[in-house]
């Protein structure tokens, strides 16, 4: 399957964004998704993964109560609502989509994932 986030850019504290991830070539609804992030000098972290069927998900404490992921299996798209953004949100965010999955199985480790898309970039100023 191939991703294709999209979105990013420049926004100030306290604003929103939504991201989207495109899947094409497989059907998204076989996929469990999640959403990554890299810092500049710091390592890929995990920000949230939703199950194939969309009614589980599981959110990184750091961004939980601000952020959303959603998915539409119908359009293969997923969505990431982003609130209150912070600074420190500021990183390129990456969509991935982990095979093998069970219908409500959300997957938190980057090995876990199969598929990555090529990112999108946040920047949050203050």
């Known amino acids: 399957v191939q991703l294709q986030a999209s979105g990013g850019g420049l926004v100030q504290a306290g604003g929103s964004l939504r991201l989207s991830c495109a899947a094409s070539?497989?059907?998204?609804?076989?996929?469990?998704m999640g959403w990554f992030r890299q810092a500049p000098g710091k390592d890929r972290e995990f920000v949230v993964g939703?199950?194939?069927?969309?009614?589980?998900?599981y959110y990184a404490d750091s961004v939980k109560g601000r952020f959303t992921i959603s998915r539409d299996n119908a359009k293969n798209t997923v969505y990431l609502q982003m609130n209150s953004l912070k600074p420190e949100d500021t990183a390129v965010y990456y969509c991935?989509?982990?095979?093998?999955?069970?219908?409500?199985?959300?997957?938190?480790?980057?090995?876990?994932?199969?598929?990555w898309g090529q990112g999108t970039l946040v920047t949050v100023s203050s």
């Open positions: 991935a989509a982990a095979g093998g999955s069970r219908w409500y199985q959300v997957r938190t480790r980057g090995l876990e994932y199969d598929y």
């Open positions: 070539g497989r059907t998204l609804s076989n996929y469990a």
């Open positions: 939703i199950g194939r069927s969309g009614g589980s998900t």
